[in-house]
């Protein structure tokens, strides 16, 4: 509830979307896809009072557990807007309460699949079908909720699409939408073609694990600028693994559009004619654009990657407009199981905001939600959580040392330890970026990664599959402890400021020593920088580094591995 892990949008006749909230961008960015397939589906076979309810990841979804309501509005016979909202059910009835296992293997373990379904025919609810769905579902009246809330907010919309027509009459409100897109798409050509024209590569890896050993899969970018247009090709992805690490091209497009929305021209509105500049491929069958059975739940950590090499190829064209990497993941942890007081289910999702990267400006942000979150909540609020489940928070702070170092140094992660009061419960986490950390940019160093382990008895549990568990049984007394990524570096850390290095120590951000060893500070007994030192230390730490020449030789780029290609990087032996 206190998550604001919904948002709407308002679409046109031609699935164009027309305006949105000020929500969840990976929610709502999307959305233009489900509609669209739906619109397939039911085309003129739609009437008033129809309502269409669907979550399906293959056809326009991002993940299970988004669920939208798509609420056609009409003007006597004709078919005028699409309010549409998307939510996050807390469970959809996958194989772990909260239904995003980090060990699922195909989708029917993530929870109930909807297909586009008209929920309500004329105004009548599916009751047969309403039933189905909700039955197999963990805690069924949250999940009416969920339902009965995104129905009232249509109707709102409705109600005020209705208030609009009556003032200005329907064929000036439309005129008046086209104008807005066209004036939108403009806007975003002009931007696009302040980018030299170009092809910027850049390239990241989703973490897999084959017999405990890491398994990087690749994910390639290919950004081409061209005028007034952007193409964003991903060919050479890493195919799809039965492992959550897919998702599905309306989250891959839409994660392009974000970024390319927030750097080129962030402060207008967002709808359908800022994307008519952006082209994207996705091959079918990998990880950026999966098919069934492949498990699609991990449309976070997608996102989080292809935005990532997005910020990647920018910073070598525009680095002055961009960040270093964001926290890698969307950190779906989940706690559930039976409440000892009332004997009902309950789902806890804690997902702590990590770091963002630094940038040209000023330092990332710490633990705070990135880009592509909107609006979501930096982390659950202490009170609800210890009022609603059988949970005690026992410390919530930054995480000291866990930002990439550099001029604008990177934002904190955030760490949580959760105390489970019941006799027993399950945890489940669904991430990446345990090992491959968030890198920066412009010389900036790479952030801390994800961390998640149990506290038993004064000893600590970790998980074979680092950032990825599904169903670990937990006991009363046990601390699951939490670690949200920081975010990349911008810029070389022996240039940050002493005072503000100083600052940085004092504040409990990271030690003397990283202050000492990466950003060349020494400081005095007080906590003050040392300049005569400090300068002396930073030429000392400079003189230090070496560089490389690049150069091309027939060596092949990339060698295959079990499941995907990596990139190699041969060392002339002097060097190595």
Known sequence: YEAKD???????????????????????????????????????????????????????????????????????????????????????????PGSMSGTASEIYQEGVRIPPLKIMERGKLNQAAFDLIIGNMRVPEERIGDFEAGITACRTAERRIRELVARYGIDALLAAVRQNLDRSERRMRERIAEIPDG????????????????????????LTVSGDRIRADFTGASPQVPVPVNSTLAVTAASVFIVLKSVLDPKAAL?????RPVEVVAPEGTIVNV???????????????VIATMLGALSQVIPEKVSGDVHRTSFHNLI?????ATGKEYVHYEWSSGGNGGFAENDGPSAMAAIDWGDLSTVQPSEVLETRFPLRVEFSRLGEGTSGAGLHRGGQSMQRGLRVLAPNATYSLLSDGAVLPAFGIEGGGAAAPVDSHVLRGGRELTFPTPGKVGGFKLKRDDIVVIRSAGGGGFGDPLQRMPELVAEDVSEGYFSAAEAKGVYGVALTAKGTPD??????????????RFLLAVVATDVPLYRKGPVSERRICPLHPIDA
């Open 6 to 96: 919904f948002s709407c949008g308002l679409f046109d006749p031609q699935t164009q979307v027309v305006a949105q909230s000020e929500d969840i961008g990976a929610h709502v960015v999307p959305l233009p896809w489900s509609v669209k397939f739906a619109m397939e589906d039911f085309g003129d076979d739609l009437a008033p009072g129809d309502v269409i309810l669907l979550n399906d990841p293959y056809r326009g979804g991002t993940h299970l557990n988004d669920v939208t309501i798509i609420y056609p509005v009409f003007d006597g016979d004709r078919l005028i807007f699409f309010p549409a909202v998307r939510e996050h059910w807390a469970d959809v009835g996958g194989a772990v």
């Open 199 to 222: 092809v910027y590569r850049y390239e990241d890896y989703l973490e897999t694990f084959e017999g405990g050993k890491l398994e990087p899969l690749r994910l390639p970018l290919e």
């Open 271 to 275: 709808n359908h004619g800022s994307f």
């Open 291 to 305: 098919t069934r059975p492949a498990p699609a739940g991990s449309h976070g950590e997608i996102r989080k990657r």
């Open 336 to 340: 559930g199981g039976i409440h000892p």
């Open 531 to 544: 300049l005569r030192a400090t300068k002396a230390l930073r030429v000392k730490l400079l003189a230090k």
